[in-house]
């Protein structure tokens, strides 16, 4: 199992695009924070320091966890949604099949067709190791695995958290 460091991706994506912004225009006043800021926002967290947060293992229980484990245009897929862990975790031992991610403060349970949407593998062995709770195992070898196949995923599977001028000053955590 490979185990990466997924806000080392986004890293890499924001340093390339200010090299590459910097060859167009010579001239630019972009700044690498900048082009942080929008990695951040594309696969879905508020801000940079919510990226780094998050997908360095550092986040608290019960905080924000972005929108990174979200597919856009997945209504048809059903899920079963959940304001707790603990509800969650205990649907998912009567749910063999089903996968339980983090959505913001939230937590949601869904099927193989899901993971599939996300760029992910239903059958990595990961899922096995985490028990099928991205939540439980959050920050485990086997969800910085999955994690870095999640931020490997194309664009499109992401659902991009809006711009906000606001961002770094709204985020909190609770």
């Not at 508020?46 to 972005?66: K, S």
């Not at 949601?108 to 239903?122: C, D, K, M, Q, R």
Request: some cysteine; glycine content about 8%; charged content about 20%.
């Amino acid at each position: 199992m490979t185990v990466q460091a997924p806000v080392e991706e986004l890293k890499v994506r924001a340093r390339v695009r200010l090299n590459r912004a910097r060859r167009e225009d010579p001239g630019t006043a972009q700044t690498l924070g900048a082009h942080l800021q929008t990695v951040a926002r594309e696969v879905g967290f508020l801000h940079w320091e919510h990226a780094r947060r998050v997908l360095g293992g550092a986040a608290a229980p019960d905080t924000d966890m972005g929108d990174f484990w979200h597919v856009p245009r997945t209504g048809l897929l059903l899920h079963s949604w959940f304001a707790r862990h603990g509800e969650a975790a205990a649907a998912l031992t009567g749910q063999p099949d089903g996968f339980l991610l983090p959505y913001r403060r939230q937590c949601f349970i869904v099927s193989a067709p899901f993971i599939e949407a996300l760029g992910l593998a239903a059958a990595d062995p990961a899922w096995q190791a985490l028990g099928r709770d991205m939540v439980a195992g959050y920050g485990t070898p086997a969800w910085r695995h999955l994690a870095w196949q999640r931020i490997r995923a194309p664009l499109p599977t992401f659902q991009p958290r809006p711009s906000s001028f606001h961002a770094h000053t709204t985020y909190r955590e609770l």
